[in-house]
């Protein structure tokens, strides 16, 4: 995607070869700014306090993490100890422990003389799949868009509302849930977005809306809470989130709210659809409710709210009644019964564990095994 001219993708390597760069996504939408890093403390710092996020970007910048600490000390106790330390950055997107376990299946049986250079070599080639994963969920919910702009009067936009942010800056590139939504604006489909804020760290009126802005596709910003209301009035004609981890039998855990959303849909009859590429499914889980980890962060994310002063200053605001308690719990899981259909790198399919095997039945039947 491009800034301001320039095309970017999220994550790179740096003019020396062994740094790595990255947006940082804590200063936009009003700052562009990028940061280097060059150990693996610093990967997973980048990765624990959000300059980098996103299931896939997560896993990317894991990956570059390893190379980083195998060019330091490409020992096995170094390769343990990143694994470690990365593993524990950030509990619920499981594209984090997929990047991991096959970076380690990757460098773990070589000599020690040539597991950084084969480290960089596969972090290079997860971003590269990334990226052509997104654009074919891209392709593969196009359809979906154009079928319903095909029933509307001509000229009238396509109206779909999104949650958190699943664009190009949650990926390497494209994104999940906004891939096939750039893909139908660049084909000249009237698009207009939704765009839920994503309380508590705005990541919707912040990062969905600023990337919206940069393609140049036509959105608003909607509080979390105003979904189900516009639902109810007709003005939502499909639902497009991403997930952290998906279970084998079509569970969805993604970004706190979803689930609200995803049940509003049900009752006015909006199709929930959820994008994904398949390092995002987890094989050996069967029950998401039960099974994938929630992620609990900081009480003053939800007390605070961090925003840009007038004066155009950095500012942090206390909303919350002093001494209050806050919970904040970062993520919840959809049920697979309340999901239309996910999006993925080889089509669509029913939220079912058949729907899911029938796509990718080398998966299924590994993590059956
Ligand atoms: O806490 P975040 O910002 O990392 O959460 C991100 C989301 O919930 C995204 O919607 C999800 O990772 C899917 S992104 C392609």
Redesign the pocket.
């Known amino acids: 995607m491009k800034i301001g001219g320039q095309p970017y993708r999220t994550i790179w390597l740096a003019q020396d070869g062994g740094s790595v760069c990255v947006i940082d996504?804590t200063r936009l939408p009003f700052r562009f700014e990028t940061v280097t890093l060059t150990t693996v403390e610093q990967a997973a710092e980048a990765i624990r306090s959000?300059i980098?996020?996103?299931?896939?970007?997560?896993g990317a910048t894991a990956a570059y993490g390893v190379a980083l600490a195998l060019r330091e000390d490409p020992s096995d106790a170094a390769l343990d100890a990143a694994l470690v330390l990365l593993g524990a950055t950030?509990p619920?997107?499981v594209?984090l422990h997929w990047a991991l376990a096959r970076m380690n299946r990757r460098v773990a049986g070589l000599k020690l003389r040539v597991r950084a250079q084969a480290a960089y070599a596969e972090a290079a080639l997860i971003c590269d799949e990334d990226v052509a994963l997104?654009r074919a969920i891209g392709e593969h919910g196009l359809p979906l868009i154009r079928a319903i702009a095909a029933r509307k009067p001509a000229g009238e936009p396509v109206n779909i509302l999104t949650?958190?942010?699943?664009?190009w800056l949650?990926?390497v590139d494209w994104?999940?849930?906004l891939a096939p939504i750039y893909l139908a604006h660049d084909a000249g489909i009237p698009i207009h977005v939704w765009v839920d804020e994503?309380r508590p760290?705005n990541?919707g009126a912040a990062?969905t809306a600023y990337e919206l802005g940069a393609h140049g596709v036509p959105h608003t910003v909607i509080v979390d809470n105003a979904g189900g209301h516009l639902m109810q009035r007709g003005a939502v004609d499909m639902v497009i989130?991403?997930?952290?981890r998906t279970t084998a039998t079509g569970d969805v855990?993604?970004?706190?709210g979803?689930y609200l959303k995803a049940l509003a849909a049900h009752d006015n009859g909006v199709p929930f659809y959820v994008?994904?590429?398949s390092p995002?499914i987890d094989w050996s889980l069967e029950d998401g409710l039960r099974d994938i980890p929630i992620?609990e962060?900081s009480a003053k994310e939800v007390t605070h709210l961090t925003g840009m002063s007038e004066a155009g200053a950095g500012e942090s605001f206390q909303v919350a009644a002093p001494g209050s308690p806050a919970a904040n719990p970062?993520?919840d899981v959809t049920p697979a019964r309340l999901v239309t259909g996910l999006i993925t790198e080889r089509g669509i399919s029913p939220a079912t564990r058949a729907g899911l095997a029938g796509l990718f039945p080398e998966m299924a039947h590994g993590a059956a095994a």
């Open positions: 996504q959000m980098v996020r996103g299931a896939p970007l997560i950030r619920t997107a594209n997104c949650h958190c942010n699943a664009g949650a990926t994104g999940t849930a994503t760290r990541q990062l989130v991403g997930t952290d855990a993604n970004k706190i979803t994008a994904l590429p995002t992620e962060r970062a993520f």
